[in-house]
């Protein structure tokens, strides 16, 4: 598919990118223009914006995938090549993804509900099939420099009620915010949901599941829930003895 090229980013959607959690240091030297053609007339008419960083490549699959959901003001920026995503959606009113630079998502899924954010900031690997989940206003804000293994489950939200049966209140997030540091490591399996800080340097082990909870920097936790099993670790990508 040859796309059409427009404008490049402009302030007002820099500004909504940089309050959706984007460091603004991330978009320097970032060349960026507006996707214009061809898209549906649904798509202008709903006052979305897409746009694609210069020499990238974008699949015309993950395009036609976004009208499975209603969706309007929708702002979407791709600084990567995300050819090999499986799926790439959004619904509702104001939904806000940003996919930085260095990005990888091998056979991953990307869902951003009404304002609601999802903010890769770039040097993001996940191996195989990760699903990331914003909704209900919920935000997924990461920083550089994450190394995510097979499988792994980000979501803001459990999509569905549950509520104390006496009191009515409501019991489980909703519309929770996730923050990653820099230098994260998931295994394969792990499950991050609910309001979730976690710290740079950390590790979350296999099959671990962090909910609700905040992670110290450089710590390795593990089990579901996630329990400290180390302070003051360091990591590497490099598999040496």
């Given amino acids: 598919m040859s796309w059409t090229r427009g404008e490049p980013l402009t302030d007002v ?49 993950l395009i036609d995938l976004l009208g499975f959901y209603p969706f309007s003001d929708a702002l979407i920026v791709i600084a990567t090549d995300i050819t090999s995503m499986q799926a790439l959606l959004v619904g509702g009113d104001r939904p806000t993804i940003f996919i930085g630079p260095d990005t990888s998502m091998v056979w991953g899924e990307v869902y951003c509900g009404g304002d609601s954010a999802v903010i890769l900031s770039g040097g993001l690997v996940a191996t195989s099939r990760a699903q990331i989940d914003a909704r209900n206003g919920g935000s997924i804000v990461t920083a550089p420099d994450q190394l995510w293994a097979a499988n792994v489950y980000v979501a803001t939200d459990d999509m569905h009620r549950l509520e104390d049966a006496e009191t009515g209140q409501r019991i489980n997030p909703y519309g929770a915010t996730i923050r990653f540091g820099e230098h994260v490591w998931l295994g394969r399996d792990a499950i991050v949901t609910g309001h979730v800080e976690i710290g740079d340097g950390a590790v979350v082990g296999m099959r671990s599941m962090v909910r609700n909870q905040k992670v110290e920097p450089r710590t390795a936790v593990a089990g579901v829930p996630a329990r400290l099993i180390r302070e003051n670790v360091a990591w590497s990508g490099e598999d040496t003895p």
């Fill in 13 to 61: 959607h820099r500004e909504r990118l940089i309050a959706a959690g984007l460091a603004p240091e991330v978009l320097t030297g970032l060349e960026l223009r507006e996707i214009t053609g061809p898209l549906p007339e649904w798509w202008h008419e709903g006052g979305n914006a897409l746009y694609l960083r210069d020499g990238f490549p974008l699949d015309e699959r």
